[in-house]
């Protein structure tokens, strides 16, 4: 790849420098090369060589090693190349169903040795960056059980559909194959338009649900009774051992930064709760515990400050548009009691719940 960085560093930023989570991306993203191939074999099955398309981005899969990385940016290019080539308007669906659980890697053994479903939710979550995902994923619990969203980047339409159609396929079968009983409990939906009719024929071919569309985002539903069932390769030490392998390759797609604010509230965004502690975060990021909290100090942020300003954002986002319960609020953001939850919020905006949304809700 060495011989390619004026091509890395040219390629179009299609997401306008944005993180998926809308905040401005501080760091540039790698990913393995291999993350192409199932787009490759869709190529290839429609009669199309993805050499032609590599080579005109400066690339050739003959000088490249399963272990060479890729910009974000670039990826995107190729895959922008694909779409106007094949003019195929299901693209990602197809594409999203070559995905395998091995194209995963060290994150499909991360999560399947964890203990329960539940369990890989959350580690999955907080270990997205080393996914396939393009788009952003966060855990929302209620009485019911758990969502799973997975928010969608602004792109032009026809990236866009590719993106959300290929995640959510992607993410269908990746799902199926440590969740024994997917076919039969998931449900979902995609932030994509309908497509046409004869289209929706493919869709049913490798989804076992009627897919909701022009959603918010992309979504799957996992009813409570299926979260706290035990694995079936659960294995705590082989867990252990594949985080370690996590935060190693994290630490590979993100290196450590000037600006270490963003790069902070970019990685905690993709905790619902159960936040790393700081000396945790510092290893992902690849400086010392003391590094971090001195560089945080210089900004004039510190950790605890950061992750509190998060969970306020979260309270606020599940308050005003969720209308769940303050027991229920309290409980999805770590609170041993709401009456804790209470005294943050007052904190945070001066005002109860109820008069927040009072105000909220006064024209």
Do not use: C
Not at 173 to 182: N, T
Not at 282 to 293: C, K
């Amino acid at each position: 790849m060495t011989a390619n960085t004026s091509q890395l560093s040219e390629s179009v930023n299609i997401f306008e420098n944005k993180h998926p989570s809308g905040a401005n991306q501080p760091f540039k993203r790698k990913r393995s090369i291999l993350g192409l191939l199932p787009l490759f074999k869709a190529l290839e099955e429609q009669g199309r060589s993805p050499q032609s398309i590599l080579a005109a981005r400066g690339l050739s899969l003959d000088n490249l090693t399963g272990a060479a990385m890729i910009d974000t940016n670039l990826e995107l290019d190729i895959v922008g190349d694909a779409i106007e080539l094949l003019n195929d308007p299901i693209l990602g669906v197809k594409v999203g169903s070559q995905v395998s659980f091995t194209s995963y890697g060290t994150y499909a053994m991360l999560l399947m040795t964890a203990d329960t479903f539940l369990e890989s939710a959350r580690v999955g979550a907080q270990f997205q960056h080393l996914s396939l995902l393009f788009s952003h994923m966060t855990l929302h619990f209620d009485s019911q059980g758990l969502e799973v969203r997975y928010t969608v980047p602004d792109a032009p339409r026809k990236l866009r559909d590719f993106i959300a159609d290929r995640d959510l396929m992607g993410t269908y079968i990746f799902m199926r194959e440590f969740l024994a009983e997917a076919p039969h409990v998931l449900v979902g939906g995609t932030v994509r338009s309908k497509p046409e009719r004869h289209h929706i024929a493919t869709y049913k071919k490798y989804l076992n649900f009627d897919v909701s569309f022009d959603q918010p985002y992309n979504w799957f539903r996992i009813p409570a009774s299926m979260l706290r069932l035990s694995q079936q390769h659960s294995n705590v030490w082989a867990h252990k051992l594949y985080k370690a392998q996590a935060y190693e390759l994290l630490n590979t797609f993100y290196p450590a930064q000037q600006d270490v604010v963003p790069q902070v509230k970019t990685l905690i965004a993709g905790y619902q709760s159960g936040y790393p502690s700081a000396s945790e975060l510092a290893n992902i990021i690849g400086v010392s515990e003391r590094t971090l909290r001195r560089k945080l100090d210089a900004a004039g942020a510190s950790y605890r400050n950061i992750i509190d300003a998060q969970q306020q954002k979260r309270a606020l986002d599940m308050l005003s548009s969720q209308r769940l319960p303050i027991a229920a609020i309290a409980s999805q953001l770590g609170y041993a009691e709401p009456a804790s939850f209470l005294r943050a919020f007052k904190r945070w905006t001066g005002l109860t719940p109820k008069r927040f949304l009072q105000q909220q809700n006064t024209p």
